[in-house]
């Protein structure tokens, strides 16, 4: 067998000497933090004054506008960052409105990518690029999808598979994962654009960007969430081809898929998420090669512009601005994770710099329209709390609850044994928004048992009531939400008997495993030596 090493298992497992990161530069990391933290608040409590319930804010008019299919997209991306920055109270006020006043049975077209909203019923398998969120797919519907489009969808599906039991949702990314596998060229590779009615390759431009990439961020994503060798083998044969088609000198070009010829020589921001994806598999150095060539750019020009002509090391026409994007900030913190090199805070404090400087308005923070000059554009993608703050924030908190490293856990009994929730090993969707692979592997549901989930959540609050959280709101948005209960102060200090604490009823039916069975959080895959 061989060993592919998730996220959390290859970054934690290392044990790095005292001394080591920030603190050899004298970077104040918990100042950085706490200015992320500010971040956040500027614009959300403006998303809220000025633009709810409309999907983002325009930050340049205090106004909002609808561009994903009018749901109040920034507020529910932001939902999980509340969480990570400690806000309790917040994230549940949160829900409450939601669950009251968002309605998606409207009259809207909706991205498929963007919402995750199945249109699958096509003879490949492959689905649509929009539908209708209340009539479905239009019958005017171009067929031409992106290939991250299709392959976009089996961290989310699998995950509703697995904890309603129904294996339709699973079934059908599956699907479309395979669907694409097929169709790759002779040299390995796929191209942008793909009919999904014929499967004849429209856009025949490979590489790792704009309109490919969280597909190969969803096979690994996949393989460690669920375990599964397929996915992993699938992705390491596209790494080959990829390296040996579109990789010069630690930088990553565009070729045309059958031949392997160059067809664009340049770099896109979108694709500063690969080098994450490199230390996912343990391709640590790598990807801090490919890392420190973005680094580059971004020090040139104060952010990433959307497209960089790397021959001739300057901004593509129209393709000059910046709106904010995470990927380069993703890759720092998970190679962070792996490494402590300071380089990597480094970017986190240069990102804090650019943007505050450059793109905060007293309504928020605008999207850069041109890098060349800093001018702006009245538009704050909903990405910028769900993403790009939230791994700014995580790149400055070591301690935060995603990082457990599998040391502090929830058990919950089940007629069929003990359930582990909370151990760490979060998986992200390629919106940032974590899932905890526990809960797929150990409360899986059966199909002849039914539950209902929000039994679970009880079950889990009920719990979590008395031992972590006291719900209230901070006026100073501060950490003081996360207050210990006096009363279990105590039992929290022996790990023993903190873990005996344990719920005597569930409706969950999870078999009795071993515990290093059932704790598939820390990212292990494994493959047959071929």
Known sequence: ???????????WALQLPAGSGAAARGLDVASYRERVRAM????????????????????LTCDGQDTWGSFSLTLIDALDTLLILGNVSEFQRVVNVLQEGVDFDIDVNASVFETNIRAFQTPTGMPYGTVNLLHGVNPGETPVTCTAGIGTFIVEFATLSHLTGDPVFEDVARKAL??????????????NHIDVITAKWVAQDAGIGAGVDSYFEYLVKGAILLQDKELMSMFLEYNNAIKN????????????????????????SLEAYWPGLQSLIGDVDNAMRTFLNYYTVWKQFGGLP?????????????REGYPLRPELIESAMYLYRATRDPTLLELGRDAVESIEKISKVDCGFATIKDLRDHRLDNRMESFFLAETIKYLYLLFDPDNFI????????????????????AGGYIFNTEAHPIDPAALHCCRKRKEEQWEVEDLMREFYSRKKTKKFTLKRAPDHGEGENAEDPEDASSEKAGEKRNSKKSSHSLLSCPSQSFNSKLAVLGQVFLDNT
């Open 245 to 268: 088609y579109t990789k010069f000198d630690d930088w990553y070009l565009w070729v045309q898929m059958y031949k392997g010829t160059v067809s664009m020589p340049v770099f896109q």
């Open 403 to 422: 990082h457990n490293d599998g040391s502090d856990f929830d058990v919950v009994v089940t007629p069929y044994g003990e359930c582990v929730l909370n």
């Open 40 to 59: 956040f608040y500027h614009a959300y409590e403006h998303y809220l004054e000025s633009a709810f319930p409309y999907d983002e804010l325009r930050p």
């Open 1 to 11: 067998m061989r060993r592919f090493l998730g996220p959390l298992l290859c970054l």
């Open 178 to 191: 395979k669907a694409l596998w097929k169709n790759r060229s002779d040299i390995g590779l796929v191209g």
């Open 306 to 318: 959307e497209f960089y002509n790397i021959p001739q090391g300057y901004t593509v026409d129209k």
